[in-house]
T-cell receptor, first 113, second 110 residues
Framework: IAGITQAPTSQILAAGRRMTLRCTQDMRHNAMYWYRQDLGLGLRLIHYSNTAGTTGKGEVPDGYSVSRANTDDFPLTLASAVPSQTSVYFC????????????FGPGTRLTVL | GQSLEQPSEVTAVEGAIVQINCTYQTSGFYGLSWYQQHDGGAPTFLSYNALDGLEETGRFSSFLSRSDSYGYLLLQELQMKDSASYFCAPYSGGYQKVTFGTGTKLQVIP
């Protein structure tokens, strides 16, 4: 693989179900991010990780959790999905010290019914 | 607090020049990034201005005035493929200090 991959590409989920969005990068970037993008609201940061073993909360973290067991993987989990979590989710990564230039995955389109 | 303003939509003719403005207010400002996103696609990095002035990359140029908290993206010789959304993203240092606004949707017409 090259760059960042996300899975699944799209998903329809019943409210109340648990869901994990996967993100893997092969660029050995220390920093990784999860954003959600909603029409009219732009990109909003959910969680981030500066390096393996550390995570932090972004602008809209409620209802989401992340883990960073290694450099390459940064999964996002919705413990109990709600319709307001219907969105397009993007994973991104950046080099150490260059958070201004982020590389984005193709996105996951999630619909919660 | 933080704020970010860009026009929501801009329409321009193929072959013309268009300028997309961005005003921002953020603490600990380092520089201004620009990203492009085509419909259904992922954002891709275009440019970054750490210093005042104009940075040119092919048909695209980006300008920053730190004293005015203002920047713009200039697209020359517009092509139909330039139809996309463009986001200015102030960078405040560290890994998590990038703010994306709602972006400007550029439509290039024949």
């Amino acid at each position: 693989i090259a760059g960042i991959t996300q899975a699944p590409t799209s998903q329809i989920l019943a409210a109340g179900r648990r869901m994990t969005l996967r993100c893997t990068q092969d660029m050995r970037h220390n920093a990784m991010y999860w954003y959600r993008q909603d029409l009219g609201l732009g990109l909003r940061l959910i969680h981030y990780s500066n390096t393996a073993g550390t995570t932090g909360k972004g602008e809209v973290p409620d209802g989401y959790s992340v883990s960073r067991a290694n450099t390459d993987d940064f999964p996002l989990t919705l413990a109990s999905a709600v319709p307001s979590q219907t969105s397009v989710y993007f994973c991104a990564s950046s080099d150490p010290g260059t958070g201004n230039e982020q590389f984005f995955g193709p996105g996951t389109r999630l619909t919660v019914l | 607090g933080q704020s970010l303003e860009q026009p929501s939509e801009v329409t321009a003719v193929e072959g013309a020049i268009v300028q997309i403005n961005c005003t921002y207010q953020t603490s600990g400002f380092y520089g201004l990034s620009w990203y492009q996103q085509h419909d259904g696609g992922a954002p891709t990095f275009l440019s970054y201005n750490a210093l005042d002035g104009l940075e040119e990359t092919g048909r695209f140029s980006s300008f920053l005035s730190r004293s005015d908290s203002y920047g713009y993206l200039l697209l020359q010789e517009l092509q139909m493929k330039d139809s996309a959304s463009y986001f200015c993203a102030p960078y405040s240092g560290g890994y998590q200090k990038v703010t994306f606004g709602t972006g400007t949707k550029l439509q290039v017409i024949p």
